[in-house]
């Protein structure tokens, strides 16, 4: 399969260096040239498979040519071995836990496969391949997790000073060797500046191998597939009527949203989609318009959510061959506020006794006020409660538990080197580094 850019002004290229590159070389995103669709027949067996079965059917329609079978097959089974459980929250409103990951976060679905796949392509080349990434809060810990230890990979994470909680901190800044966290004097968007600015630097790269592993990469960003395949035959098993289902999505940088219009185009049974997003987010002005202005995106019980400018907009009019009234056909947008995520999490609880971390509230929102009674529903639950702990028991009055993946050790050195927003620091220390 060979991939484009979105930007159409560099040639297509292969998946390794589509993966290896991250950003095509005229800046734009690489999608794939065609999007293979998993028969019907397949689709309506699937509700008595396996996630890993079902995981390991999409991967090989997508990366099948490109990547020998036991290759594939083991990087799938070892990426999804924990559970991605659907559950049933009311009448046909259900959240698919994508959460049980190493990092509790949804992330680990898309970082873990990457991390595996980038091994593999790396192949007896010795050079070093670095990662360097921004994160608002929900990828460091993922992203640190899937490529600790991982040879000939070393990762920057470049995160906001004072915008995280020292427990997602925590994931990503106490773990050293190949992790360097970069904590930077600006906002979320300065970072992801800062990485822009890397990647367009061909002074830079020209020296280093660099690159990206957030959802920009195809690699972390074709695996969400996976799960909506598996949320689908879950659904099958307990409804027998089912025949198409909607998706609420919390979106920071849209990439679970690409993947979920991915999962569509390939054949997903799946009658709307629907972005929650922050606030401030461009993506409504995108929507009507195909144009967008870049605004700061505040702060809220929802970091991960505080993205002005998602970094996947450019993907979505090329998937519909740049027709707008196509992409709203299939896309829906709201906008949540803080408050009406507080509101979700609340009613949640006290009439269902389920806890909704404030990402999935907003997923929540969106979904009930936009759905009519007899649609199925899932809402994509992006990260275990637990991690919002302080916000959660502030608004639900509890004292929910910490499961053991967020206990650190205060006693474990950070190692976090700390850099004002400007590109010339970052392009120094990168470069002394390597
Ligand atoms: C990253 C993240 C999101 C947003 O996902 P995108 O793919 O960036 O749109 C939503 N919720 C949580 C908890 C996240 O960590």
Redesign the pocket.
Known sequence: MKYYSTNNLAPKVSLKEAVLSGYAPDMGLYIPERLPVIPSAFIRNMAGMSLQEISYAVANTLFGADIPSEVLHDIVYSTVNFDIPLQHLHDNVFALELFHGPSL???DVGTRFMARLLSHLRGSDNRTINIITATS???GGAIANGYYDVPGVHVYVLFPHNKLSKTLESQFTTLGKNITPIEINGSYNDCQDLVRTAFADSSLTSKMRITSAN?INIARLLPQTFYYFYAYAQLSARMQSVQEVSFA?????????VSAVISKKMGLPTKKIIAATGPNCSLSQFLSSGFFNSFEAGRSI?P??D?AT???LPRLLPLFNNSLADLNNCLSTQSITEAQSVESIRKVYHEYNYIL?P??ATAYYALTSSIYKDEVGIITA??HPA?SKRVIDHILNTDIDTPAALTFDNTRKCHVIKLPAIYSHLRNLLLTDA
């Open positions: 976060n949804f992330k809060g929900g990828s959802s999505i919390p979106c920071g940088n849209l990439g679970n949203l929802m991960a959510m993205v998602p970094n996947n971390d990402h999935s992006t990260a991690k």
